[in-house]
């Protein structure tokens, strides 16, 4: 069994700075982390492993330095490395990541089962997990809160729906992209990091994938664009108000009113 998990590498600040023709962010020389949300994704592909005898492949789409994440996920566990890097994927809207990342799938696949975290922590869509299932055609189970039961031919799972929960029974091939309530990620280990020290990365560019046009590609590709983009302003100031609850109600109501909140 062949399991994928798809990871990213993202932002480790809020302070980043946007390019003000693209509307992109800009990752050089920004401290960076694995997306937080494609640990429990992780996790999830090593705990099946472990019950399965699976292999665990990881893939993430960036520039060179993201092969950074794939040696995290080697220290937790991981069997083997992709990365798609190319400066004519740079750009990509949440469609051309997702048609990117499907067709490293279909070159370096087939797999039994995918998985991704929810979201990024950069993007927050969600949409990337489903839009690759969609260019796979592959059944997906999206928001997966827990995995009840696997075997070598289908996958049980809960899918939370905010105000309810569905039971879902899956048979491969197919994609979840799995919530933070699934389980509990393990650190990195010492021990794997020195075991895979020199296993290698498989990087994919634009002349490895089927030769699809440019367009369906990086910002070309991307049927969306960012108009405006900014970090939210931080605010110190604050008002401080004295009196019994009856004049401390008085003030409060006072300042909702002028700020037309009521």
Do not use: W
Request: hydrophobic residues 35%.
């Amino acid at each position: 069994m062949r399991i994928l998990v798809c990871i990213k590498q993202v932002p480790e600040t809020r302070d980043v700075e946007v390019d003000e023709n693209t509307g992109v962010l800009k990752r050089e020389g920004v401290d960076s982390k694995m997306n937080p949300y494609d640990l429990y994704a992780l996790e999830a592909g090593v705990q099946l492993k472990e019950q399965l005898g699976a292999t665990v492949t990881v893939i993430t789409m960036g520039p060179p330095q993201a092969a950074a994440v794939v040696k995290e996920a080697y220290m937790m566990g991981a069997d083997e490395g992709i990365l798609i890097s190319d400066r004519k994927f740079a750009g990509a809207d949440t469609l051309a990541t997702a048609f990117t990342l499907a067709q490293g799938i279909r070159q370096t696949g087939p797999y039994d089962l995918i998985l991704c975290g929810k979201q990024t922590t950069d993007g927050d869509t969600a949409q990337v997990g489903p839009g690759i299932a969609e260019f796979l055609g592959l059944p997906h189970v999206a928001y997966v809160s827990a995995i009840l039961e696997s075997t070598l031919e289908h996958i049980t799972v809960e899918m939370d729906l905010a105000d309810s929960v569905q039971i879902c029974q899956v048979a491969y091939p197919c994609l979840l992209t799995v919530t933070e309530a699934t389980n509990q990620p393990r650190l990195p280990s010492y021990r794997l990091k020195l075991a895979t020290a020199d296993r290698p990365i498989r990087t994919i560019s634009h002349g490895d994938l089927p030769p699809f046009e440019e367009v369906y590609y990086g910002l070309d590709g991307s049927p969306t664009q960012v108009e405006r983009i900014f970090p939210p302003e931080s605010r110190t100031t604050r008002n401080v108000y004295r009196g019994d609850a009856e004049e401390l109600a008085e003030q409060v109501y006072r300042q909702l009113k002028e700020q037309r909140f009521i």
